[in-house]
């Protein structure tokens, strides 16, 4: 997956101190891969595989994902914050008439600014952005977004959603 130097992880830094990008260049880019980061892209990819592909939550049980090194193992701890997504998902696409959705959408405004939406869903009169949050580590509101914010400007400037 590609890095962009602009995206919707680094948006509100971004917006807090206009010239970060300035400072961080020529600063090397280091995987700092958490053990908590490592299970929210693992969680990310079960959603994502469940959303798509139809796959089932406890087929998930047991097997072992690995991100930059770190080794996750499904347990019953995963199976219950898969749950609970999925049981929110359900009741978000059921109250707001979900239309159709993609998962996992990549958008790129040019060759540094881009970055990959974990959810874009819609209805006839209204385009949601969602991002999996799975509560471990570090806290992230979701309100306000400004992650989410970024992936809905780069969606209104992509063909495919105009």
């Not at 059921?94 to 939406?117: A, L």
């Not at 959810?119 to 991002?131: F, M, Y």
């Amino acid at each position: 997956m590609k890095h962009y130097k602009r995206g919707g992880s680094s948006a509100a830094r971004q917006i807090a101190c206009p010239s970060w990008q300035k400072i961080s260049e020529g600063v090397p880019q280091q995987s700092t891969t958490s053990s908590y980061a490592a299970e929210g892209t693992v969680l990310h990819t079960c959603m994502e595989n469940i959303l798509e592909d139809g796959a089932e939550i406890n087929d998930f049980m047991g097997q072992t994902f690995t991100v930059d090194g770190i080794e996750v193992v499904i347990d019953d701890d995963h199976i219950e914050l898969l749950t609970m997504a999925l049981m929110a998902w359900d009741e978000f696409c059921r109250q707001n008439h979900i239309e159709d959705y993609r998962v996992e959408q990549t958008f790129e405004i040019d060759e540094d600014t881009g970055g990959t939406c974990d959810v874009i869903a819609w209805s006839d009169i209204r385009v949601w952005v969602l991002d999996w949050k799975f509560g471990q580590g570090v806290e992230v509101a979701a309100a306000g977004s400004k992650q989410a914010m970024f992936y809905l400007m780069a969606a209104e400037q992509s063909d495919e959603y105009k």
